[in-house]
């Protein structure tokens, strides 16, 4: 039988009940659900299979902020429009108790912005009279194009049938986007996380803000078949830790006990949950990707360099996770919150700032050139030391790199301005007159030696018109190596990076090949 899909965003008002209708499609808890505005922060979808129809749900944030959205820059925003864009269908819910056209007026133009059909969901339906609601589809229609609407109850899952039936007639024929036992993109972690978040909201409702984090610090399955979780709940302000802990500790014990059920319940898994309350801010930058490894389970360690000219290592929890890892790739720039909590290495958040072009990605040559600079950067700086420059150069390097096509002449000028800032310096500008580049001293010369090598002046030319051919850019890279490894490298008893090795090999062996076949 022929598959087909239909992606479906559910938006709303705050508490309109998306999250609701999500899990009662889905047939579990995979979205969190409760009374605190803006509960659900991230995108979430949702996975429902019906014979040979994969439906996608995709649960956004709440949208009373719609009007300015386009020109906003916050996690939610960005997170509702992700959602709107992907989807085939929109289906707008209102809490039937609250119904208010003013958001109507607001919201469904621009929804239509997107060219989507455009359905509207009465949810609740048994708080208000027929009558009533009958006038106000009666309003809607006379001022809006509405594909379709339907009276439903989330809760007991009333009136889902002719919902279900019309999303079926809409679905289109496909591949199926995940597969048939996927009930959601997102992992046991995360899921696990938002039962304690939503214990949170729900135990302390006026208290405590919604924008808590919860982080997993371990998620491991036992000897004995049981699973056993530690958290860590990250607060920004430390007057927030009195209101969950409760007195003599009565709250935050209340909310460990309700999440361990729901774990256990969600997970069909007996488990042991511990949780941390963590006060802290985070410090806020912007940085290059530049080693990274796993850790343990999901975690990578990381160390970037950031636009302060400094280095951070840290973990990001989930980071090897299927939702986090395509965007913890080398080389990337990205945006950093780095949390530190006590003794411990620093918890960084990370988010991608200026995605990569397919130019990179595509480009093998491009890309190993990538690594290669990032391994360089590495070795480099270290922890607690300053370069000054070294994000800028590195950066301007990365990006014309990304949109040039012949870029390895500027290649070629980095790697003496990575040798200039970390504190040796080539006066090869001024100094073209000399032919030679003495490997004993490290000086030009004007006439040959056995300690010489041929210096490539034409390599050094800020433009684009370059003609390279492997014996030059041989030679630069003999020069380059030995001051590097004589000034630095030495120092540190390092080696030259394999990335570095990799990108010389190849790069040489094609400018070779192009030279015997010309």
């Excluded at 980071?319 to 620093?346: H, W």
């Excluded at 990179?360 to 607690?384: F, P, T, W």
């Amino acid at each position: 039988m022929k598959r087909k899909i239909l992606k479906i965003s559910l938006v709303g008002k705050t508490n309109a009940g998306k999250s609701t209708l999500l899990n009662n499609l889905v047939g579990e808890k995979i979205s969190i659900t409760n009374k605190k505005i803006n509960t659900t922060e991230d995108f979430v979808i949702g996975i429902v299979n019906i014979k040979n129809t994969q439906l996608v749900l995709y649960d956004t944030p709440g949208i009373s902020f719609l009007r300015d959205i386009k020109s906003q820059k916050t996690k939610l925003k960005k997170n509702l429009w992700e959602g709107l864009n992907q989807s085939d269908i929109i289906l707008y819910l209102i809490d039937s108790k609250r119904i208010e056209l003013n958001d109507l007026k607001n919201d469904l133009p621009k929804l239509y912005e997107l060219k989507k059909n455009i359905s509207i969901i009465f949810n609740k339906t048994d708080l208000i009279k027929a009558e009533n609601l009958l006038k106000h589809i009666k309003l809607i229609t006379e001022k809006y194009k509405i594909d379709k609407f339907f009276n439903i109850f989330s809760k007991k899952k009333l009136g889902f049938e002719n919902l279900i039936d019309y999303l079926l007639q809409k679905s289109k024929f496909e591949k199926w986007l995940y597969g048939k036992d996927e009930i959601t993109d997102k992992d046991d972690i995360f899921i696990t996380n938002e039962c304690t978040r939503n214990e949170i909201l729900s135990l302390i409702h006026k208290e405590i803000p919604y924008n808590i984090e919860v982080v997993n610090k371990t998620f491991k399955y036992l000897k004995n078949g049981q699973l056993k979780i530690k958290q860590d709940i990250i607060i920004k302000n430390a007057r927030y830790k009195k209101i969950l802990l409760g007195r003599k500790g009565s709250k935050i014990k209340d909310i460990r006990i309700k999440s361990q059920k729901e774990i256990s319940n969600i997970l069909d898994v007996k488990t042991h949950l511990y949780i941390n309350i963590i006060s802290s801010d985070a410090k806020k930058f912007k940085g290059i990707l530049i080693h990274s490894k796993v850790f343990k389970d999901n975690d990578l360690l990381i160390k970037f360099l950031s636009d302060t000219d400094e280095v951070f290592t840290g973990i990001v929890y989930g980071g090897f996770s299927k939702n986090k890892k395509n965007i913890m790739q080398l080389g990337f720039f990205l945006n950093f919150d780095v949390t530190y909590i006590g003794n411990r290495p620093p918890s960084i958040k990370a988010e991608l700032s200026e995605p990569y072009l397919s130019s990179v990605i595509n480009d093998k040559y491009k890309l190993s050139c990538l690594l290669s600079v990032v391994s360089l950067i590495n070795i480099s700086v270290i922890e607690g030391q300053k370069i000054n420059q070294i994000y800028k150069i590195s950066k301007e390097f990365l990006e014309t790199m990304i949109n040039k096509k012949k870029w390895l002449n500027f290649f070629c000028i980095y790697l003496f301005d990575l040798l200039k800032y970390i504190g040796y310096e080539l006066d090869y500008v001024n100094n073209n007159i000399f032919k030679y580049f003495d490997t004993d001293t490290l000086e030009f010369k004007e006439n040959y030696s056995n300690f010489t090598i041929v210096f490539p002046h034409h390599l050094f030319m800020n433009n684009s018109n370059v003609t390279f051919d492997y014996i030059s850019l041989s030679n630069f890279f003999r020069i380059f190596e030995i001051i590097f490894i004589k000034n630095h490298l030495s120092n540190l008893n390092h080696k030259l990076p394999n990335q570095y090795i990799l990108f010389k090999k190849n790069i040489i062996s094609f400018l070779e090949k192009n030279e015997q076949n010309n």
